[in-house]
């Protein structure tokens, strides 16, 4: 891996390139380049994360020429999609070295800091939503129940947008959570469910379920689950997956048809 | 609190082409519908934002209905393309939350007062039916009780 990015380096294949280096036993994100080769020796390839793409987009804003190297992992790779899908990027001037990081059963190790959540305790588990669920499992629950147990996850929030922050789709200039005619900014706690069902609006079409955002949450909130089931209902209604190619977002074109049906009044009559 | 009492507030986005016209011509032609809705008048059903949507839940809603022009007939062209996908999108998402079946999409032409009525008439019912918002009122005490 060192001599893949000295290479790089060396053969101005890039000017830059994003990894991460080995730092009193932890691992942060380093940019390696042309000028400092030494530092190359400190590079380490381990389970830490960072959204190296979403530093790669920050850089091609503000040099464009920039040509930037970087370790990508799977959804390294679906992020830098969805980002050059977005103009965030352009894909001609980056390089990548790709990772393997998912288990598989080709592959049982894992350069992964959240292949797993945390197994949720006897309390969460009887109020609240537990990370692990796969969200075909909450559809049979009551909806009085289901919303009741988001309530009790999203009013845990501290509102420190720390999934905003880290997540590599996340490129706005301007962002709805922090708009006063929107979210009022300042407000604490934030409001509820209204903070966490702007975001997961804000996902659809775009998530490419890294799993950061809930990795950063502090509060434990299951984001990963509400975003995967946003990607379900994309999947379902507009057979769109973000990062698995180039292609748009079905939110971000008119189209020149009518895809889908109206829903009936009273297509269902369940008490809630 | 019985339920006979119960009268839901329910938000509706007319398009001002269509649906804002048939209220007109239901309002002219001496038609009843229940008072229950509150119109808001937008240029075009796409301008509703999933935000005002969620504003409006969040700020006491019962229900929200959008009403745009039917396929083909948009004053924009294609602007109620955008529209379904968002609302369709947006009641799943609600209804995965457990805030399913209080926003309703219909396509209303101009011409269609007794269609406005009828989608009104109905979707007061079944919100009335499905009782305020859990987000509203005095029944705030969403949590789950311990082992339920």
Known sequence: ?272 | MAESAFEPKILAFMCNWCTYGAADLAGVSRLAYPPNIRPVRVMCSATVSPHYILRAFQDGADGVLVGGCHPGDCHYLAGNYMTIKRISFLQELLEFIGLGGRLHLDWISSAEAQKFVAVITQFTEKVKKMGPSPLTGEDLNRRLPLGA
Not at chain 1, 57 to 69: C, D, F, H, S
Not at chain 1, 70 to 94: E, F, Y
Not at chain 1, 174 to 201: K, N, Q, Y
Not at chain 1, 208 to 227: H, N, Q, T
């Open chain 1, 1 to 272: 891996m060192k001599e893949q990015v000295r290479d790089l380096l060396e053969n101005h294949r890039v000017d830059v390139f994003l990894a991460y280096k080995d730092l009193d036993g932890h691992q942060i994100p380093w940019a390696f380049d042309r000028d400092n080769l030494d530092e190359l020796e400190d590079l380490e390839v381990g389970p830490a994360r960072y959204p190296l793409d979403k530093l790669a987009a920050r850089l091609a804003g503000a040099k464009p020429e920039l040509k930037i190297g970087l370790i990508a992992r799977d959804c390294n790779h679906r992020a830098l999609k969805v980002m050059a899908a977005g103009h965030q990027l352009d894909l001609d001037k980056v390089e990548t070295i790709s990772l393997a990081c998912c288990p598989s059963k080709l592959q049982d190790h894992a350069a992964c800091s959240y292949l797993e959540p945390e197994p949720a305790g006897a309390y969460k588990k009887s109020v609240g939503v537990d990370n692990r669920a796969d969200p075909q499992e909450l559809e049979p629950l009551r909806p009085k129940e289901r919303l009741a147990r988001w309530s009790y996850e999203f009013e845990k929030c501290i509102k420190c947008y720390g999934c905003r922050n880290i997540c590599p789709v996340c490129y706005c200039q301007e962002c709805s959570l922090e708009h006063p005619d929107l979210i009022s900014p300042g407000r604490l706690p934030p409001e509820t469910p209204i903070f966490h069902l702007t975001r997961a609006v804000h996902m659809a079409g775009r998530c490419v379920d890294c799993g950061l955002c809930e990795e950063a949450c502090p509060m434990d909130i299951p984001l990963r689950l509400l975003y995967r089931e946003v990607n379900r209902i994309v999947l379902r209604l507009f057979d769109f997956q973000a990062g698995a190619d180039l292609s748009q977002s079905p939110f971000n074109f008119l189209g020149d048809k009518m895809t889908l049906e109206l829903k009936p009044i009273e297509a269902d009559q369940e008490a809630r």
